[in-house]
Structures are given as structure tokens and as C-alpha cells.
């Protein structure tokens, strides 16, 4: 059974028109992660949410956000897509912040 | 110098053979993940160590927090173990972030 779901699998997006990538997961985990993995590279975190709480890395640019309506679902808004945003998004839930991370099978976003 | 360092980059073996991959890492850890990855797919997180030795099938994992060191085995290795294989360090003074290393990857042929 799935346990973190990304949707779409695959997004294709303009240069510059918002995109938005959502992340559910059936854990009742407490924390949820957004990464970007780019190609051969390792994930880079983006931010986090601890509950309601949100977390964002030091170096993650002003045109990512994210929003957690519900403890279920979490999503990443890209406002204006650059062709360097291109990646593997990947979504990952953790019970506690100590806790191991279950990762959802990404998003692979393309910038045209 | 990475903070979570794998050997080898590259591993190719037969079928059969028993695999080692091996994790350095330099800062306090309070856990250790070891991560799976296959080509343009997302993660499996295979096991998260804080001490001694895990075993899920043919996987086996083991870390020696004195030697700042872990080791992810595969015994009977298979061509569907093929796959890049990712430690990752829960640090101490890190809240959530994992810090990762490059990764290894695998390919087991026929």
C-alpha cells in the first residue's frame, strides 16, 4: 500500500507559468520534507513542516513556497519556473524529526 | 572533504556475489540511513541505524559509531539489486536535515 503519493509522476511546465506538486501520505506522520534532487546529484532539502511549523532552508530561493493545509497533505508551489528548477522533486514524511524518513516516488518536473 | 563520504562510486559484480558498500561520515550522528534509489525512481529507505547491526532479507546493515563507520551487505547479490545505494546522516546538531552522501552505484549483471 502507498504510503507517500506524489502526483503527477511527471510535470510539464512553460518557462515562468506556476506549477504545483502535491505530496499525500496515509502515516499520520508529524514532519513532512520537500527535496530536489537534480540529476546525479544527492536531494537538496527545500523545507520542512513539523506539524503546522514551517521550516525553510537558509539557501532555498523565494520562488519555492509550500503549504500543509492538513496533516495528510503538503504541497510545493514553484511560482515562476526557471529551466533550472528542472529535477526530481521528492516528498518524505518522518513520525518525529528523529525519526526515519519514508519517501514518496517523486516528481519529475521539466521546464520547457 | 564531504561530511558523509561512500565507497566505492562504482560497484559492478555477478549475480551471486556478495556485496559490500562502505559510509565514513565526520560529525556526531544521532542516526544513519541507508537509502536506495533505481534509475529516475524515487527513494527506498532500506534501513536508519543509530547502533549495531539490521537485517531485512538479503539486506544487512551495520554502523560503529566509535569508528564513525557503516556498512550496507548484500548477501546472494541479483541484477534487481542494481540501483544507486545513498547513506545519509541524521547529525546531531542538524534538527531534520539529512546530510547525504554522493552514492554508490551498483549494477549486478547476469
Known amino acids: 500500500d502507498a504510503m507517500v503519493i506524489q502526483n503527477p509522476r511527471y510535470q510539464v511546465t512553460q518557462f515562468g507559468k506556476p506549477v504545483t506538486l502535491s505530496c499525500s501520505q496515509t502515516l499520520n506522520h508529524n514532519v513532512m520534507y520537500w527535496y530536489q534532487q537534480k540529476s546525479s546529484q544527492a536531494p537538496k532539502l527545500l523545507f520542512h513542516y513539523y506539524d503546522k511549523d514551517f521550516n525553510n532552508e537558509a539557501d532555498t530561493p523565494d520562488n519555492f513556497q509550500s503549504r500543509r493545509p492538513n496533516t495528510s497533505f503538503c504541497f510545493l508551489d514553484i511560482r515562476s519556473p526557471g529551466l533550472g528548477d528542472a529535477a526530481m522533486y521528492l516528498c518524505a514524511t518522518s513520525r518525529d524529526r528523529w525519526n526515519k524518513q519514508f519517501f514518496g516516488p517523486g516528481t519529475r518536473l521539466t521546464v520547457l | 572533504k564531504n561530511e558523509v563520504e561512500q565507497s566505492p562510486q562504482n560497484l559492478t559484480a555477478q549475480e551471486g556475489e556478495f556485496i559490500t558498500i562502505n559510509c565514513s561520515y565526520s560529525v556526531g550522528i544521532s542516526a544513519l540511513h541507508w537509502l536506495q534509489q533505481h534509475p529516475g525512481g524515487g527513494i527506498v529507505s532500506l534501513f536508519m541505524l543509530s547502533s549495531g547491526k539490521k537485517k531485512h532479507g538479503r539486506l544487512i546493515a551495520t554502523i560503529n559509531i566509535q569508528e564513525k563507520h557503516s556498512s550496507l551487505h548484500i548477501t546472494a547479490s541479483h541484477p534487481r539489486d542494481s540501483a544507486v545505494y545513498i547513506c545519509?546522516?541524521?547529525?546531531?546538531?542538524?534538527?531534520?536535515?539529512?546530510?547525504f552522501g554522493e552514492g554508490t552505484q551498483l549494477t549486478v549483471n547476469p
Open positions: 545519509a546522516v541524521l547529525s546531531e546538531t542538524s534538527g531534520s536535515r539529512l546530510t
